[in-house]
């Protein structure tokens, strides 16, 4: 069956797309000679009749009101140029998967392929340095590259299958100079004396060589992004000269003996959490709802329905995706939004709000003045703005407050952060401990190369040449099937049969599954693939989005996988609870995966640091007040600052009023100029008037931070609070979720007062 092209462009006065393009490129690139830019999108098809394509033509590929379309490419100008991008192999490419989902439906046939790819044609004198810079502009490498512009004779790409998956011979007896040098020849995120723990695990317990997925699934599980190690590091002397953060660490310690856990490791993790444990120990959190389950923070709460109080869970998260939205904005910041919202979904609740706030430095330092290695800052902001608010507007997701900050320091690295709220009735919410026999089901997204190292990614430093091979691991989201999820889980005939639920967020199939229960069995041949030639390792690993994986008892398995099918989402049965705590993972007729429960549950090699606090400096203090000679002067300084500029631009690209839940738009006033500074919606009742409303809200000075993390937590906490009781909360509800930046341990001790917290 042959290929069948076409191209689409928007008419000129729909062309908006590629007049903004056409005015970044000229503000960030000054090639004032560039006079137009088209953009259009073009299309290849297989496994298509031609009557089926040409009705396509007019009714998936264009619309023929606002779209011009082509069969061939158009003639150029003298003055013109003409180049293509697409996505790297294994990249979702939701345009192409939409298309080919609207042509089966017209067709109720097969579903056939689509290949898309977007072609640029420049106006303009402009040098052969001047089109390379603008194409590297446009094409980010860590996602796309440069397509041919030639006719293809299929979309077929022939895989080679994987037989197995390797061996790694010799690992048990290797040195601790071979262990060093495997660590860097494979890009692990775990340490040399990880390793060593492995060798002596395998060489010891399992008298074998581990294979080459066990150590990448380890690696994952072991990884900052999985299990927080930093935060489980051991800190055995603190030392702190500054007398008042001596004290502060002096309560802490107090507290650790009031509570009985003198004999517990001090670690950064028991600080964050010592206060939580206190409040409940004192009986202060009594709306706390705890259980086994992985999910987001929950709280039960009284809501108002038709003038009669029922029992709900609220829940709350936030998430940062720092380090993907850097190297690839659009996906990274889409991803930030849709794992923020997995949390509190496979917690069986619905979520109706979301908040994002990010850190960038000056998007408007020109291109050329690029770190090397990195994005400009300006296609950063732009890119993470677009992909955060694409997916929440395609969800259906209202976020009801959007903040950027900037700061010198976040050229070194972004800041993007997604927070959403979400809520059921508890009655709806069932959890219960798995039995052997139950079975887990997979629940939504095929698994791709797409993540493949996302959460080791996360947690190790990069370099430009680290950066060629973690393209992968920016997963692309697909907005519309973690829509379909969201229906799913509001059916309480659905979450009533649930057991326990985990959603594919760090770690992929090994984490997501194995973090359900202490003893599994999963067969890898039946996770669904996106495409063939992915071994074992990879699908294992491959954080894949908008996925589930469910804890059913056998006898709702076929009930449960009906639903699934009413919400056109693929459901497979892909692992068994089994008794021994051992988790197994089998692909081909082979055990690739056999490791007891006790080691995973270690977290890799006890660490332990020293960690000095610098005394924040008197002489540059944040909040040193000083006599302001020339008043004017200081305040059209402070009126030039990016901070204390309008943000509605940015804030307009977010939808609001998706649901008509939210109370607060995100600006208000006679002119709806003014910048809300909490966003507050009503619960998401199905039936019936409801008043009762959250509220939420952030507080984060990255100048005093930087100053002294110490005063910048203090009033983190400080501002968030005013901001809730100014917008008519009650401060006694108020409940936190901390987001705290530290550097990874080393053996510098100074580097753990170098933290930027957000809250």
């Known amino acids: 069956m042959s290929v069948y092209r076409i191209y689409v462009e928007k008419k000129p006065e729909f062309a908006a797309a590629a007049k903004t393009l056409l005015g970044d490129i000229k503000t960030a690139l000054r090639l004032d000679s560039l006079r137009s830019l088209r953009i259009i999108n073009r299309y290849d098809a297989e496994n298509i009749s031609e009557d089926n394509f040409n009705y396509a033509a007019d009714n998936v590929f264009s619309e023929p009101a606002v779209d011009v379309t082509y069969r061939t490419l158009p003639a150029l100008k003298d003055d013109e140029r003409v180049f293509a991008v697409e996505y790297l192999p294994g990249q979702f490419d939701q345009r192409a998967d939409s298309c080919e989902q609207c042509i089966q439906i017209l067709t109720q046939g097969e579903r056939c392929k689509v290949r898309n790819a977007r072609v640029y044609i420049t106006e303009g004198r402009i040098s052969d340095s001047e089109f390379e810079a603008l194409k590297k502009y446009i094409i980010n490498p860590v996602e796309s590259r440069e397509a041919s512009l030639d006719e293809v004779l299929t979309l077929k790409v022939n895989y080679t299958i994987p037989e197995t998956v390797e061996t790694l011979t010799g690992f048990i007896t290797m040195n601790d100079m071979g262990l060093a040098n495997f660590v860097t020849k494979y890009g692990l995120a775990m340490d040399s004396d990880d390793l060593k723990f492995c060798r002596d695990y395998f060489r010891d317990t399992e008298k074998r060589d581990p294979t080459i997925t066990e150590i990448r699934m380890i690696d994952t599980y072991w990884s900052d992004h999985c299990r927080h190690t930093t935060f489980s590091t051991v800190i055995d002397e603190a030392n702190i000269d500054a007398d008042y953060i001596r004290k502060t660490y002096n309560e802490y310690i107090d507290a650790r003996k009031e509570l009985g856990r003198e004999n517990k490791p001090i670690t950064l993790m028991d600080i964050a959490t010592i206060g939580a444990k206190k409040l409940k120990k004192e009986g202060i959190l009594k709306d706390l709802d705890e259980s086994e389950e992985i999910n987001a923070c929950s709280v039960k709460i009284k809501v108002d329905v038709d003038g009669e109080l029922q029992d709900w869970l609220l829940m709350f998260k936030n998430e940062t995706h720092n380090h993907p939205t850097e190297i690839e904005p659009f996906g990274g910041a889409a991803t930030c939004l849709g794992g923020a919202i997995r949390d509190p979904l496979s917690g069986r609740s619905y979520v109706y709000q979301a908040m994002r706030v990010t850190g960038a430095s000056n998007p408007l330092v020109p291109v050329e003045d690029t770190i090397h290695g990195k994005l400009p800052q300006r296609k950063i902001t732009v890119g993470a703005a677009n992909g955060y608010s694409s997916y929440g507007n395609q969800i259906g997701l209202a976020t009801g407050h959007v903040s950027e900050v900037y700061h010198p320091g976040y050229v070194a690295k972004r800041l993007e952060i997604g927070a959403v709220v979400g809520a059921a009735p508890i009655e709806n919410v069932v959890r219960e401990v798995p039995e052997p026999g139950d079975v887990i089901i997979l629940l939504g997204g095929r698994t791709g190369r797409d993540g493949c190292g996302g959460a080791t990614g996360s947690s ?33 005939e659905v979450t009533h049969m649930i057991k326990r639920c985990n959603d594919f967020g760090a770690g992929g199939v090994s984490v997501a599954i194995g973090e359900l229960t202490d003893g599994l069995v999963i067969d890898l041949n039946a996770v669904p693939k996106k495409y063939d030639g992915l071994d074992g390792t990879e699908l294992a690993i491959s954080e894949s989005q908008e996925r589930m994986a469910v804890v059913i008892d056998p006898k709702d398995v076929r009930a449960f996988l009906n639903y699934a099918a009413e919400e056109n989402l693929e459901a497979v049965e892909v692992a068994t609870v089994t008794e021994e705590p051992r988790l197994v993972l089998e692909w081909r007729g082979k055990e690739i995966v056999n490791i007891s429960r006790a080691f995973l549950d270690t977290n890799g090699a006890h660490q332990e640091t020293s960690v000095l606090v610098d005394i924040p400096s008197k002489e540059d203090s944040y909040l040193k007040s000083s006599k302001i000679e020339d008043v004017r002067g200081k305040w059209l ?26 109370v607060y738009m995100p600006f208000g006033g006679k002119y709806q100029l003014t910048e809300t500074q909490a966003m507050v919606a009503k619960l998401p009742v199905l039936k019936g008037k409801c008043d009762t409303v959250t509220m939420m809200s952030y507080g984060f000075d990255p100048y005093l931070s930087k100053w002294s993390p110490y005063h910048g937590a ?46």
Not at 471 to 477: L, N, P, R, T
Not at 719 to 731: L, Q, T
């Open 460 to 492: 190790k430093s990069h370099t430009e040449q680290s950066l060629e091979s973690c393209g992968a691991e920016v997963q692309k989201g697909n907005p519309p099937e973690e829509r379909k999820l969201q229906r799913l889980f509001r059916n309480p």
């Open 637 to 662: 300084k402070v009126l030039s600052d990016l901070n204390e500029c309008s943000q509605k631009g940015l804030v307009e690209r977010f939808d609001g009023s998706i649901g008509a839940g939210s």
């Open 714 to 759: 203090i009033y983190a906490v400080t501002d968030s609070v005013a901001k809730i009781v100014a917008a008519g909360g009650d401060f006694n509800k108020i409940r936190f979720t901390f987001q705290e930046y530290f550097r990874r341990m080393t053996e510098d001790p100074s580097r753990w007062s170098l933290s930027l917290i957000h809250i």
